[in-house]
C-alpha cells in the first residue's frame, strides 16, 4: 500500500450524478503521482 490513497465514494453516483471524464482524469492523476490504493466503499 502507498502512503497516498484516494477515496473515490464521491466519484460514483452516490452524492448524485457523477462526472465520469473528471473521475478517470483524477485516477490517472493519482497514479501518476504514486498513488497505488483507490478505493469505493458503499458502506462504513
Known sequence: MSA????????????????????????RRALDLGGKNCTLCLRH
Open 4 to 27: 497516498l490513497g484516494l477515496g473515490c465514494m464521491g466519484m460514483s453516483e452516490y452524492y448524485g450524478q457523477a462526472d465520469d471524464a473528471a473521475a478517470v482524469a483524477t485516477i
